[in-house]
């Protein structure tokens, strides 16, 4: 893991509230995983925020992030202009074990905010050959992305809990449109959107992205915790996640 | 600059030291740099049995700060001895072992276990976040006497204990500490807070109340301190809010000989080392020629000598 | 939206004050706003006589807040009746005026004095700031209680008790005040903190210790008024660290009824106006239809309802 | 008295740690006299920073401030760059009363940076008709400016302390070689430095300007207060002064 100043090299609105972020920096190199994620500092706020590796490109040394404006520290990230640097730590966690997924065709079922971490992740299991169906659920039109890039994927199936894009609901509500032959699912968004898929799918091989705020990103708080069914009894969520097996982790 | 200073159990090569439940057993920081470079490191709070903690969210940010309600989440002190320590002795830096529990008798007992693997023990009589305990012991003068005796008692090594800002007199608690025996008094914990969510109308925290620490609560440690050393004749392992090497200083002149470094850890991982490398320059600085010097500086009537501004 | 309020004496229009001893006696601030759109005014704290209070520097920066140590200097409770409520009460808004003391007789005095001119008083029982009385009675229940009882029997209007911080148990500060009779509470005053200037390596303030106000509080206030608010029936002020209208929300959620603003106005001295501009629209945003559905929200349980993060 | 975003027109390097810095605004055609202050927010820092009015505009609706990096708040404005703006209320205070200044020449004393608000005073005195001799006091020759500004308004007699510029020592050194033949002094400094002026002083008419902590800037939290000589028994520098006539306040 690193603690580096990366300079900003794109920075543009995606959908409501949503922007992209690219950042270039030595830390593109020593991502592991499609699903891991950054922290980052941002000037007047306490605590870093944690935001997925939506896509990098250890060549280029980019990193490009997604994230959608919740409370004052995304808003201020938004003033960021080209050119200025952030200090970012990372990468950090497991992401999605992609060179372990040894399937023909995996299901992927993003939730708003939750899309980003499966995009490259995605593109990684298409390049090793793997084919892929998304389902991606977003509030509104308004608040859809990366469509058009999932598209060129595979097959894509988009809900909105309004109806104004795609099927009108929640991405558990697609899940019948989706023909059976995927061996594994993987899952980003809300707690609840992923308890809900990881209980319609039992007897599917899943992983899941998680989230939980956090103090130090990096295993030493404990503030990340999720209850584990193993004997150690938990899970930090920045170190030993954000991804984990569906089945690993309590649901709450 | 020799930044030496020796302290009951403690021959701390530099004063600047990571603080209990912020660097958890020192693995994660380690792959940032060499703990062997710290003055020495205080462990993650041991209790009898593993404990999972409070439930999530478990942190808040605030301004200039932070809350968390942690509970006290350990694998228990025999894992700790086990698992946790060996690892920390490779990079042979003084230890010292963050004691908690809920009743006397626990304190004892962990205490007894932990105190032949460490240099020196902290007693956290002061951790706001558990139900069970803990929290009276640190704002009652006559129990805070009593689980220090006991564990003064049965310890291998000198005890630190740790004294809770929430309290009306804190002088009344370091003093309680001192004439049961102990050889060192840490301070401050964490200030109970809390934050509401307006869009749940609950508060952030699972747990309800959390302890705020970081640069919002310097000002109170400093105060206490400042009290604190004027009152008692055992050194003072001074923490809350430290940021920069001149907070160091400021911690330093108001009666602290060494000092912990707690949340700033999670905004710079490298914060204890960095702070560790300016020390010397910022000594020079304000003038001073070792870190003796400036120990309880504050306390001194020194001659003003008012310069010209320009 | 209707931000009326009523509280014991006090018809406020909207629940936004300014804090006592940050707005002085309101002339200052009317060049900026007419002051008719507050809700109240507290006024600067009436001793007796004319006080000139401590040496400079009487404040220093702090992270996210400040200390102050002004020492409770004003012109005497009759200069006050005399030269400063005229001005105000041609403003037509209610007025509250903060009594301070060394002694219960002095309290009285005050009192008996004023509060034929105002609409409530606020007993000041926790300014840190003076060495003579005015703080044991902030941390002493008994004391607390004698003063309040002795005051609410020669005011002639309600009497709101502004509790101290620097208080092991906040609640029994606030049972002591509703037992001896107090309308309700006002809360918080000011933690005790210190800095020290490593140039000249003595505190910042002259006083030595100041009062640590702003953002950086606020977290503690509101953990203290969500556990006063669940003990005692009397409404609660609530101040420490309000910056914004979220902020009146999150006060009004953990059983303010109506807010008090202090060192913000020396960032912004239009904030007071400001936040009553924007409170209805906070209000809404948070799916209030009025304000005495906010106040308190944070101790009803509701029904959680998740929503697709998106 | 306004609160106002005004927008950096120049800011530049004087001297060693001093900064001119030049803001535009509506709040330059408030200003009354030289002498008196603005009160700055800068991003990060709870208090605002009172600097005095070192030369104003009220045609071009100009203000210049000239500044001196003693701590984290000022050493954080001079990384403000032209184009952005600041949170300045003002103007505060009472200036020097040039209009009241009868006199046919005035003594400056200024030491430090003490030495700006006095720039536009002796400006206006000039203006005025008044002849100005002016000693201006700095630690070293790094530290000097306004040197060659002063020279344009009449005598100067520079001093430093360690001698590299001008006459060694303080300014009340080169009291001995101004002519006696002025009226008035007015001076800015630290209090040690105005004492010492006004002890050496006794019988001309003076005026000097202070400094102290602030909370608000503008009369209501009583941080600021000097003891003075009146009835009250006080006065406060933020609106009261910061100049005050010789003997109207204790000089501790
Ligand atoms: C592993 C992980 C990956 C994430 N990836 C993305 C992403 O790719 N794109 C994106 O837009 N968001 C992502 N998030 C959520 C993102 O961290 C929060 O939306 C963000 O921290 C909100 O900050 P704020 O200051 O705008 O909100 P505020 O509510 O003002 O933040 C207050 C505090 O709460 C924390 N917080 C608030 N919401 C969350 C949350 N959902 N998860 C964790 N902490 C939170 C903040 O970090 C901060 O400490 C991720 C979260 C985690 C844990
Ligand atoms: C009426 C008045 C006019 C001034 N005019 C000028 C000027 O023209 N140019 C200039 O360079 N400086 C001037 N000063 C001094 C200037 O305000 C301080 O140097 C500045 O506030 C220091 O801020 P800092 O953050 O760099 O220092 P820090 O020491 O980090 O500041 C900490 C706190 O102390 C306060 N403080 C520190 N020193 C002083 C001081 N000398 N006076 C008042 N408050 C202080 C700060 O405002 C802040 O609140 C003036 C002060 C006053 C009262
Ligand atoms: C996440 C977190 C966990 C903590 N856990 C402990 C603990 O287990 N035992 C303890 O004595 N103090 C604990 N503390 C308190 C710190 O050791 C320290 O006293 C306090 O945070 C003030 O220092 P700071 O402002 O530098 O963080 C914890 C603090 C934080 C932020
Ligand atoms: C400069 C200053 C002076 C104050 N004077 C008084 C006072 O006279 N009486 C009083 O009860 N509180 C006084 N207070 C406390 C405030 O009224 C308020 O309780 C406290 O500052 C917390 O609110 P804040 O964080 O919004 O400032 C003073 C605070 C400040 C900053
Ligand atoms: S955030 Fe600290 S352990 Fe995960
Ligand atoms: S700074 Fe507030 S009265 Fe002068």
Not at chain 1, 94 to 114: A, D, K, N, R
Not at chain 1, 131 to 157: K, Q
Request: hydrophobic share 40%; charged share 20%.
């Amino acid at each position: 893991m690193k603690n580096e100043r990366m300079i900003i090299v794109r920075h543009e609105k995606l959908a409501r509230d949503t922007h992209l972020l690219m950042l270039e920096g030595d830390l593109a190199r020593d991502i592991a995983d499609p699903g891991q994620f950054v922290h980052v500092k941002i000037d007047g706020f306490y605590l870093r925020r944690p935001i997925s590796i939506a896509d990098y490109d250890p060549l280029n040394d980019t990193v490009t992030l997604i994230y959608k404006v919740m409370g004052n520290g995304t808003k201020a990230l938004t003033r960021f202009q080209i050119g200025e640097n952030l200090d970012v730590l990372g990468p950090g966690g497991q992401g999605f074990p992609t060179s372990q997924i040894h399937s023909e065709h995996v299901l992927i079922i993003g939730g708003g905010i939750g899309v980003p971490p499966l995009y490259s992740t995605a593109k990684k299991l298409k390049e090793n050959g793997v084919a892929i169906t998304s389902i991606l659920g977003f509030r509104s039109r308004e608040d859809a992305f990366l469509v058009d890039e999932f598209r060129a994927l595979g097959e894509v199936h988009v809900t909105t809990e309004d109806g104004s894009l795609g099927r009108s609901g929640r991405v558990t509500d697609a899940l019948p449109d989706v023909k059976d032959n995927y061996q594994h699912y993987l899952s980003c968004g809300p707690t609840v959107m992923l308890k809900a898929v990881a209980d319609l799918l039992p007897d599917k091989e899943g992983y899941l992205s998680m989230e939980e705020r956090m103090g130090c990103g990096i295993g030493a708080c404990f503030a990340c915790v999720v209850e584990s069914k193993d004997e150690k009894g938990y899970k930090r969520i920045c170190c030993d996640g954000p991804v984990f097996k569906a089945g690993e982790v309590v649901l709450a | 600059m020799n930044l030496s200073v020796n302290l009951p159990g403690l021959n701390l090569k530099n004063p600047v030291m990571p603080a209990s439940g912020c660097f958890a057993f020192g693995k994660e920081f380690a792959q940032f740099y060499d703990l062997s470079t710290l003055g020495a490191v205080i462990m993650k709070a041991a209790t009898k049995e593993r404990r999972f903690g409070n439930g999530t969210p478990r942190v808040a940010e605030t301004a200039s700060g932070m809350l968390n309600a942690i509970g006290l989440q350990n694998p228990g002190v025999e894992s700790i001895i086990s698992d946790e320590i060996p690892f920390l002795k490779n990079h042979h830096l003084p230890i010292i072992a963050n004691v908690a529990g809920s009743t006397v008798e626990e304190y004892v007992e962990v205490a007894e276990k932990i105190s032949p693997h460490v240099d020196a023990i902290e007693l956290n009589i002061s951790c706001p976040n558990v139900k069970e305990g803990g929290v009276q012991f640190g704002t009652d003068p006559v129990l805070a006497k009593e689980v220090t005796r006991h564990v003064v008692e049965v310890s291998h090594v000198p005890v630190y204990v740790k004294l809770s800002p929430n309290v009306t007199d804190v002088v009344e608690m370091a003093l309680a500490a001192e004439d049961a025996g102990a050889s060192g008094i840490s301070m401050i914990n964490t200030l109970t807070g809390m934050r509401i969510d307006p869009k749940t109308r609950k508060p952030v925290i699972a747990n309800g109340t959390g302890g705020l620490s970081g640069a919002a609560i310097k000002p109170i440690s400093i105060r206490m301190i400042h009290q604190v050393y004027q009152a008692v004749s055992i050194p003072i392992i001074g923490m809350g809010g430290i940021e920069t090497a001149e907070d160091v200083l400021e911690y330093l002149l108001a009666g602290a000989s060494a000092v912990a470094i707690g949340s700033a850890n999670f905004k710079n991982p490298f914060i204890c080392k960095e702070i560790i490398e300016e020390l010397p320059a910022v000594l020079a600085r304000y003038g001073f020629s070792n870190i003796m010097q400036a120990i309880g500086g504050a306390h001194v009537e020194k001659v003003e000598t008012p310069v010209l501004r320009s």
